[in-house]
């Protein structure tokens, strides 16, 4: 089965600097990689995802790059602000309705 | 709240209880899945239903069975749990546009906070 590893678990930085995190994942099958921002004690919410014949996606502050070669994908987020403090997912998908998660990044944004 | 809700959103229950959760998608989807959130562990996918089919059950305990009646409709009886189990249970759903297509965007809802003394 699909295997999707996250990194880093924890991430702290100052409001205005940029953050990424970055996930691999193993079945080369895949060919779907969202991305889910939870915020405490709220749901899941789809903020950007990817498609396998595309290498990177925009949209305003958030961006996704894709290198099916290496099977890892990032989320960079730039000017950051205190509202992108939440946890992160990241998941891989190229199964039937299958969804495999990462395990979360946590993401503060201190002021 | 529209989209994806769930009832109850609280759940204190004994291990010889039973009880059951509710998720109710307003969006016309035809899948609907259960996951399984606990603190630093990935979202566990617990069972998928395609209309109101079940196709992915993981291993699950039979103390969780889920039902789906309808397309709209997903229940996750719980009966003799254990402390272990206390979670946040989140429940999505997504459009499958056809038999073998790639999964497409899931919805989740609130969840409900089970805790199981």
């Known amino acids: 089965g699909e295997n999707v590893e996250q990194h880093p678990s924890t991430l702290s930085v100052q409001e205005g600097d940029s953050a990424v995190i970055k996930c691999t994942y193993s079945?080369?099958?895949?060919?779907?990689f969202p991305w889910y921002k939870q915020e405490l004690g709220k749901r899941p919410q789809l903020i950007i995802d990817?498609?396998?014949?595309?290498g990177e996606k925009k949209d305003q502050r958030i961006a996704v790059t894709l290198n099916k070669t290496a099977k890892h994908f990032s989320l960079h987020i730039t000017e950051t602000q205190p509202e992108d403090s939440a946890v992160y997912f990241c998941?891989?998908?190229?199964?039937?309705?299958?969804?495999?998660f990462g395990i979360g990044t946590k993401l503060q944004v201190i002021p | 709240e529209t989209g994806v809700t769930q009832t109850p959103r609280h759940l204190v229950m004994g291990m010889t209880n039973k009880k059951s959760l509710k998720c109710e998608q307003h969006?016309?989807?035809?899948?609907m899945y259960w996951y399984k959130q606990s603190a630093k562990k990935p979202l566990e996918l617990m069972f998928v239903y395609s209309l109101e089919e079940r196709v992915e059950n993981n291993s699950v305990p039979s103390r969780f069975s889920p039902e789906c009646p309808n397309s709209s409709h997903l229940f996750l009886h719980l009966h003799t749990l254990q402390p272990e189990d206390s979670a946040l249970y989140l429940c999505?759903?997504?459009?499958?546009?056809?038999?073998?297509?790639?999964?497409?965007?899931?919805?989740f809802g609130p969840g409900t906070r089970l805790t199981v003394l």
């Open positions: 079945d080369s099958a895949s060919n779907y």
């Open positions: 998941a891989a998908s190229g199964g039937y309705q299958k969804v495999t």
């Open positions: 990817i498609r396998s014949n595309v």
């Open positions: 969006l016309g989807h035809n899948a």
């Open positions: 999505a759903s997504s459009q499958e546009p056809g038999t073998g297509a790639s999964t497409d965007t899931q919805y």
